[in-house]
């Protein structure tokens, strides 16, 4: 026809290959994002590390720290302050377990002997050392100590070395000789040792995650 334009064909390289031009078109573009120099700085600062606080702290860890406190700085100065007066009480209760014995004040005499409960007998510095031992250890794992289990715990170690002082009045008393020397001490650190060694929960949790150094 005349006046139009002639038909040009083209040539397509690809025409020969249909799955060319998917496959350029499925193929993903990759992006690697590379850290910047501050993104630990960043990290850090959005996640600060909380200082103590007394608020931290529960009821049964301010009754634990005032016990320990009571025992470990006024309960032996008190003791020895009226042992006048506790001396008696020491030898009433050690003669109550010792057959035909009987109390003269402090003395707790028998047919073979006459013990004089002194202060050294009241037991108050073994108790002493111990609180001091058994405060060495709350404040290593006070989180974890906050409980009343604690506090009884502790009252209950007490009263044991009280029961065991006492025991060795009585084998004064009875075998009217003295043969045991520095044991208050040695019971002390042996009861300690035995409580963190079997009560899992007085040693701290290995699991807790440390906080790195700067």
């Known amino acids: 026809m005349s006046g139009s334009a002639p038909a040009r ?6 025409a020969g290959n249909p799955t060319a031009g998917a496959a350029e078109v499925s193929r993903p573009a990759l992006a690697v994002v590379a850290p910047g120099p501050h993104v630990d700085e960043t990290s850090s600062a959005a996640s600060p590390v909380r200082s103590f606080q007394l608020s ?16 470990v700085v006024i309960a032996p100065y008190f003791m020895h302050a009226n042992w006048n007066t506790l001396g008696p009480v020491w030898a009433r209760i050690a ?3 010792v057959p035909g014995s009987h109390t003269v004040g ?3 005499v028998t047919s073979n002997v006459d013990v004089i409960i002194t202060w050294q007998c009241s037991g108050a510095e073994n108790m002493q050392i111990f609180s001091m031992l058994f ?5 290593m794992n006070w989180k974890r100590m906050q409980t009343w289990r604690s506090v009884l715990l502790y009252i209950g170690a007490l009263a044991g070395l009280f029961v065991v002082n006492i025991g060795r ?3 004064i008393v009875v075998r009217a000789k003295e043969t045991h020397y520095g044991l208050a001490n040695v019971v002390a650190l042996a009861l300690l040792i035995i409580l963190v060694w079997k ?3 007085l040693r701290p949790d290995s699991s807790e995650p440390s906080v790195p150094a700067a």
Do not use: E, G
Not at 9 to 14: D, W
Not at 135 to 139: C, I, N
């Open 135 to 139: 405060a060495t250890v709350f404040l």
């Open 95 to 97: 003669s109550a377990v």
């Open 169 to 171: 009045i009585v084998t």
């Open 106 to 108: 402090d003395h707790v």
């Open 56 to 71: 931290d702290l529960k009821a049964p860890a301010y009754v634990l720290v005032a016990l320990l406190a009571t025992f």
């Open 199 to 201: 009560v899992k929960w």
């Open 9 to 14: 064909a083209h040539s397509n390289p690809n």
